[in-house]
């Protein structure tokens, strides 16, 4: 069993539409991050959460600890936001970069 | 601000050849590290380093070697390539602890024939 999985692997949204991509992990963790990978390939670091939500902008982020999840939602969708969406969980006590990553949602916004 | 910087971009190997793949960052970051990604897998650690002179595997370091005789640069040795090694690498840097943001090279696209 894959320690971080995402749900779901591909999801096709019409432009304006409310988006959520989920995160679910197994082992215990110190921090999640969700990452942005665009058809490019550059990865950007959304958020990094350790409890409770954060808002940037149009995205969302929340975490339960207890439920071991964690969710990503986009407000007002648009094309641009077209990219792989990764969930990374941070092991306790591990202070590096020894992240383990799950295998990405890939999101595509139709105008 | 140049952030990380990875080179090259592209590259096609002969099976046996070896290779650097170049990583540069100018944040000053203590910890460095290099994944890989196939497709339908997450990324994948294979060495990291938390400071100069200090690197450790990862979950595939078979077939890589690393160095870190600077804060800034943490190279990716390619010894004998092999087609398994046909893969998208990308350098992070961090300043370690789980709070702190992790920032990416835009990634090397790695044939090896």
């Known amino acids: 069993k894959n320690e971080v999985e995402q749900s779901p692997q591909n999801l096709t949204a019409q432009e304006g539409e409310f988006i959520t991509i989920n995160c679910s992990y197994s082992?215990?963790?110190?921090?999640l991050h969700w990452l942005q990978q665009h058809p490019g390939g550059g990865i950007v670091s959304l958020f990094m959460?350790?409890?409770g939500k954060k808002k940037h902008g149009r995205l969302i982020a929340t975490i339960n600890i207890q439920e071991k999840h964690s969710s990503l939602h986009i407000t007002a969708s648009h094309p641009r936001d077209s990219a792989v969406y990764i969930c990374?969980?941070?092991?306790?006590?591990?202070?590096?970069?020894?992240?383990?990553f799950g295998p990405g949602t890939r999101l595509s916004v139709l105008p | 601000n140049a952030g990380v910087t990875q080179t090259p971009k592209f590259q096609v190997l002969k099976t046996g050849q070896s290779m650097t793949l170049q990583c540069a960052q100018d944040?000053?970051?203590?910890?460095m590290s290099w994944y890989r990604q196939d497709p339908g897998m997450g990324l994948r650690l294979i060495h990291y380093?938390?400071?100069?002179?200090?690197?450790d595997q990862g979950e595939v370091p078979n077939g890589y070697n690393v160095s870190r005789s600077t804060t800034e640069d943490f190279p990716l040795r390619l010894l004998s390539a092999a087609p398994s090694q046909t893969s998208v690498y990308f350098c992070?840097?961090?300043?370690?602890?789980?709070?702190?943001?992790?920032?990416f090279g835009e990634g090397s696209w790695l044939t090896v024939v």
């Open positions: 992070a840097s961090s300043w370690g602890g789980r709070g702190n943001t992790i920032y």
């Open positions: 082992v215990g963790i110190s921090a």
């Open positions: 959460l350790s409890s």
């Open positions: 990374a969980v941070l092991s306790p006590g591990n202070y590096g970069q020894n992240f383990v």
């Open positions: 944040m000053n970051h203590e910890y």
């Open positions: 380093s938390v400071g100069a002179g200090i690197t």
